[in-house]
Each structure stands twice: as structure tokens, then as C-alpha cells.
């Protein structure tokens, strides 16, 4: 299926704001594989289905999860958040027939980002933080960043997810830690 095929069908998934989020992912995907020598239908397909599961009820996604077989940890059990992006792997799994583990797993860890990461899983990592739609304070530091280095728009994200989180006082997911962990000991 093409980018248009899937467009239409997420567009009766979710509602006005994550359809238009969700296009826009896709491009800025398709711009930063252009600029970092990735796949860019590979990273489009990711970018635009990377929230297919975003707007389902928290029950069905936990149904998701556990019919692919995955049983979640304590911290993402405490943390719906980050669900979808379970659930949406195993979705374009069963629903879509997408067999490509670069972009399931693009899509399993948009959230988190984990050690090991390809390029098209930092690419849609990167691109839901600095796509067109996106206003945070930073975001513009994260845009010029993102143009620079993957990396180092990805450490700016952890940094500015860290803070925010340990100001909760809510857990971090270790993939969160291994993954900025690893940038880190390896950006020089």
C-alpha cells in the first residue's frame, strides 16, 4: 500500500488534530530521510501511521498488546502514554500486513527511543518532536537541532523529557535512559 492508501485509512481513525499531526510527521520524515540518506517512503509510511492507535480506547490498545503477544513492564503499565506506540506496532502488523521491522519498530519507539536505534527509528523519533503543528517551548531549538544531528536533537528531547518527568515525579522508561546513555557515550 502507498502513502496515499494509508493516509485514508487513518484519516477515519482519528480525529482532525492527529490526522493533521500524523501528515506532517510523514513530512518531516520524508525531509529528514532526505537530509540524513534514509528510505523517504519508508520513513513517510512510518511517520503517518506512527499514531494509528493513538485515539483508541485505553482497553482496546491493551488488547492490541497482549494479542501480539507483549506483555508490558511495570513502568509502561503505569504509564497509558505510552501505549499506543505498542499497540500501533502490532497493529500495522495485523491490520495493514506491514512485515518491515525497521518501520514497526520506528513505530514501537517514537516514544521512547530504545539502544540500537536505526536511522529511520531516530527520523520518526525526531520528526514527531519537530514536526510543523508542534509548539513547545524549544521547539525551534529542536527544529534547528534536528537539521544538524539526529543525536543531538534527541538528547535536547531527552533532556526536556527528563526534567519534565522527574518534575512529576513520574517514572522513566529505561529504553529512554539506555537509548540518551548511548548517544551520549558515543557523540564523540
Not at 8 to 19: P, Q, S, T
Not at 25 to 49: F, H, N, P, R, S
Not at 91 to 102: A, K, L, N
Not at 150 to 163: H, R, Y
Request: aromatic share 10%; glycine share 8%; with cysteine.
Amino acid at each position: 500500500m502507498d502513502i496515499s492508501g494509508y493516509k485514508k485509512i487513518i484519516r477515519g481513525l482519528m480525529g482532525d488534530y492527529r490526522y493533521d499531526h500524523s501528515v506532517n510527521v510523514a513530512l518531516e520524515a520524508q525531509q529528514l530521510a532526505g537530509i540524513y540518506g534514509c528510505d523517504e517512503e519508508k520513513a513517510m509510511t512510518a511517520g503517518i501511521l506512527h499514531d494509528v492507535t493513538k485515539e483508541f480506547s485505553k482497553d482496546r490498545q491493551l488488547q492490541i498488546i497482549t494479542g501480539g503477544g507483549i506483555i508490558l513492564d511495570d513502568i509502561q503499565k503505569q504509564a497509558p502514554k505510552l501505549w499506543h506506540s505498542i499497540s500501533g506496532s502490532v497493529y500495522i502488523q495485523t491490520e495493514f500486513g506491514i512485515d518491515d521491522s525497521d518501520i514497526i519498530n520506528a513505530v514501537r519507539y517514537h516514544t521512547t527511543g530504545r539502544a540500537g536505534m536505526s536511522l529511520l527509528e531516530k527520523i520518526i523519533y525526531v520528526a514527531d518532536y519537530t514536526a510543523q503543528g508542534r509548539s513547545y517551548d524549544g521547539v525551534e531549538v529542536m527544529r534547528r537541532l534536528s537539521r544538524e544531528s539526529l543525536e543531538k536533537a534527541m538528547i535536547f528531547s531527552f533532556q526536556f523529557t527528563f526534567n519534565k518527568l522527574s518534575g512529576l515525579e513520574q517514572a522513566i522508561h529505561p529504553d529512554e535512559i539506555f537509548c540518551y546513555n548511548e548517544i551520549v557515550l558515543h557523540k564523540n
